[in-house]
């Protein structure tokens, strides 16, 4: 079963890696990194580089296929044919197509989220709602055939219900134990919906700085301003 990780210059590691991940331990899987040319892709962490194995012409009908977000980048390949049609031919025949924070934009983009809910990074949610899909604040979002996952982390959590889906409730048990992913995160601030006014509004700024300059303006009185 090859399961397609798709790449493109500014990806957001963890996107991809975690996906990767819990479906590298799926039975029968065959992983692999495609990205329009074949070689090192940098990700939006300049330090992350990750090697796609093969180009997009080479990998004409995965049967997963997994789009990662982007802090800025994934908002220049919105009119990019190559990789929205490749995106298309291949989605005609894969078992699931899913997408990672902002990956679910380039699923938009492609015409894949034509009247389907979908989810993204908060901070992306007004954007998608742009292409005419139905945003829903959700942390994983699964419509059959097109499954979407929230900002970054939520991944994991995606690519578990991949396999609870191909394999049952037990082997993605059996995965989930296997990496030992059991979440007891210090605070509950991983929302928009649960982290104060101040942070939210602090969190956006930190990013617009990083380059993604698709972020609306948020301001909180008082609010710091942490490295996101």
Same mark, same amino acid.
Request: charged share 15%; hydrophobic share 45%.
């Given at each position: =079963?090859?399961?397609?990780?798709?790449?493109?210059? @500014?990806?957001?590691?963890? #996107?991809?890696?975690?996906?990767?991940?819990?479906?590298?331990? =799926?039975?029968?899987?065959?992983?692999?990194? *495609?990205?329009?040319?074949?070689?090192?892709?940098?990700? #939006?962490? $300049?330090?992350? &580089?990750i090697?796609?194995? %093969?180009?997009? !012409?080479?990998?004409?009908?995965?049967?997963?296929? *997994?789009? $990662? +977000?982007?802090?800025? /980048?994934?908002?220049?390949?919105?009119?990019?044919?190559?990789?929205?049609?490749?995106?298309?031919?291949?989605?005609?025949?894969?078992? %699931?197509?899913?997408s *990672?924070?902002?990956?679910?934009? %380039?699923?938009?983009?492609a +015409? %894949?989220?034509?009247?389907l809910?979908?989810?993204?990074?908060?901070?992306?949610?007004?954007?998608?709602? &742009?292409?005419?899909?139905?945003?829903?604040?959700?942390?994983?979002? #699964?419509?059959?055939?097109?499954?979407?996952?929230? @900002?970054?982390?939520? +991944?994991?959590? =995606?690519?578990?219900?991949?396999?609870?889906?191909?394999?049952? !409730? #037990?082997?993605?048990?059996?995965?989930?134990?296997?990496?030992?992913?059991? $979440?007891?995160?210090?605070?509950?601030? @991983?929302?928009?919906?649960?982290?104060?006014?101040?942070?939210?509004?602090?969190? /956006?700024?930190?990013?617009?700085?990083?380059?993604?300059?698709?972020?609306?303006? =948020? &301001?909180? $009185? @008082? /609010?710091?301003?942490?490295?996101?």
């Open positions: =079963m090859q399961v397609a990780f798709l790449l493109y210059d @500014g990806f957001t590691p963890l #996107d991809a890696i975690g996906p990767f991940q819990v479906l590298a331990s =799926m039975p029968a899987a065959e992983p692999v990194f *495609v990205a329009e040319r074949a070689g090192p892709i940098t990700s #939006d962490s $300049p330090r992350c &580089t090697i796609a194995q %093969l180009s997009l !012409d080479q990998v004409a009908a995965p049967e997963i296929v *997994v789009v $990662p +977000g982007s802090l800025t /980048s994934f908002h220049d390949l919105f009119q990019h044919e190559p990789l929205l049609d490749w995106l298309r031919r291949v989605h005609e025949q894969a078992r %699931l197509t899913t *990672v924070c902002t990956g679910s934009l %380039l699923l938009a983009a +015409g %894949l989220l034509d009247g809910p979908a989810t993204t990074h908060w901070l992306a949610r007004d954007l998608l709602a &742009t292409f005419g899909t139905t945003v829903v604040p959700e942390r994983v979002v #699964d419509t059959g055939r097109i499954i979407t996952a929230a @900002g970054v982390s939520s +991944g994991i959590d =995606m690519a578990l219900r991949v396999v609870q889906r191909i394999h049952g !409730d #037990d082997v993605a048990r059996a995965v989930q134990l296997g990496i030992e992913y059991d $979440p007891d995160p210090p605070f509950d601030s @991983g929302s928009k919906e649960n982290a104060p006014p101040a942070i939210v509004a602090a969190v /956006s700024a930190s990013l617009a700085r990083r380059g993604a300059a698709w972020i609306p303006a =948020m &301001t909180a $009185p @008082g /609010s710091a301003t942490p490295e996101a």
